[in-house]
């Protein structure tokens, strides 16, 4: 009989290709097995997804999976497929008929993973289906948005201890890239862990470089990291602008490079990625709206124009850079208004709970929701549209939602890929009395009503490509025939887009009915400015380890120093010189060595008998010649001049 041990490393080989897990992965996957609940504190691309999909595999069941993110969630599923696995999402951008089918394979059918958004644990579809399926183990990803003392609480996570009631017996395994001590604890409390357990992963990262350069010529530093050294790489900037006006400046000193951002549409988007995965573009000049799900093992470099909102972020993104193992570099541009700058933004960011219910009842506008309607509906949701009709600050709108969304009213997922909608504006009686002429228009409203339920009531999600298959007709054609029904005011048509969905967890209520917790705003203020001011002191620290500093932040107890960032590399070269002055003949006796090997070369013997100082003294000089690559052995044995140190730190 296979043993357990063999089971996960045949399945790893199998479906993944791979001989061996990194550090802890198979720690946690034991752990699972032996059906322990887990809290597994791990990187942002440590690998996380294999602690839950492997033991998965292992054995019989599926897994659900908890997560908020949708992009990521098509992207498991969409990788899991790839490799012959089923699994499906279940998230507001479905239908419910698409979620009901989804549901019904996880009960009948053969699939492995679901993948579940936390506000869909409350609906009453997945509660009346989960308690029938073989369900083996329970994943929560981004498990700190559980704890209301995490800098991301979302209510709709309380929920999974409802669900673990539905599932006796079923461990659980929380993932999480940052959590503090007091956050690690609640998130065992609001999971109701048998007994704590907690599996941690190394933050360090021994071949990443980190430096911050106080400067306010940051183009011009970025163009010397850029060409000191070779690959690719990503600039993150806060602004769209900033993107465009950076990528230009790239390009007008012949470094191929390109811009991205929410703005671009999603054909320009996936192109430029693309053109930067395969290196016809070198750099990537982007908002923090790049990088989720992007698997890129070569990228040398990423730069950061402006300091992020938190470490958490910072790591996160600086930590897409040499993921293959290489030495890589992560460089952080501080200008001397910066601090002054985010202290504005910062003030911007939180509105009084006034200014929240405003934007609360703007947003309920904007969506076309009524007082008492909108309960558990989803909505498309251009954020950059609505803040330009209301003449807002989207940061501002942010944290508004932010807010709403820890007290429990609306959930504002990240962007996604959402089907083309199609509403009747008329009634189904209104639409035979228009007496269609039985053209391809009447046959096509025929087809649209017999695969759609429900679209005289509200939006419904159309695949154009069905639509297609059962009319005859072309997809083009299809298409262009919605737009003429929408033309003719006999429908409302959103075509397939790109965009946030905003979920609204109970029905609109009037405004002084909205009750936004003071200690609730206070907090997230609060915890804001604690990891934003934990981010200023990384940027201003000098003295201490730059990955220590960060490794800290996580949890590590005693971090040892990289000896590869730039506070380490300054503490090297002044140690240097420090001993080159504690002995005022180190320098002379170096340069006597350089002059006589110039001469011509000399086998040790001879250069010691040249040379008036004691032999280990000379033997010491020499062995730092070599290492600095000043002098070489040559075959014969002989000692011989050669070319100049390399300089260790290329952001200089």
Known sequence: MESASDKIYDTLKRYWGFTEFRPVQEEIIRSVLEGRDTLALMPTGGGKSLTYQVPTLARPGLCIVVTPLIALMKDQVDRLRARRIAAVAIHSGLSPRQIDIALDNCVYGDVKFLYVAPERLATEAFRLRVVRMNVSLLAVDEAHCISQWG???RPSYLRIAELREKLPGVPVLALTAS????????????????????????FARPNLSYSVRRTDDKNGQLLRLVHNVPGSGIVYTRTREGTEQTADFLRQEGVPAAAYHGGLGHAE????QEEWLSGKVRVMVATNAFGMGIDKPDVRFVVHYAMCDSLESYYQEAGRAGRDGARAYALLLVASDDSDRIARRFEQEFPPLEKVKDIYESVCSYLQVGVGDGGEASFLFNIHDFCAREHLYSGTVLSALKLLQQNGYMTLTDAQENPARVMFCVSRDELYKLRVQRDELDHFIRTLLRLYNGVFTEFRPIDEGELATWSGYTVQRVKELLKRLWQLRVIRYIPSNRSPILFLNEERLPRADLYIAPETYQRRQQLMR??????VAYAANDDECRGAVLEKYFGEGDPAPCGVCDVCLARKRAAKASAGASDADAAALRESILQRLAESPADPRQLAADMACPPERLAGAVR???????????????????????????VK
Do not use: W
Not at 180 to 196: C, G, Q, S, Y
Not at 269 to 272: D, E, H, M
Not at 530 to 535: L, N, S, V
């Open 151 to 153: 800098y991301d609480f």
């Open 179 to 202: 959590a503090t001590k007091p956050v690690a604890d609640d998130i065992m409390r609001h999971l109701k862990f048998a007994e704590p357990h907690i599996l941690r992963s190394s």
């Open 269 to 272: 988007r996936a192109l430029r």
């Open 530 to 535: 604690e990891r934003f001011e934990q981010m």
């Open 624 to 650: 730092e010649l070599l290492a600095e690559r000043a002098v070489r052995t040559s075959p014969d044995g002989c000692l011989a001049l050669s070319g100049g140190p390399d300089n260790p730190d290329p």
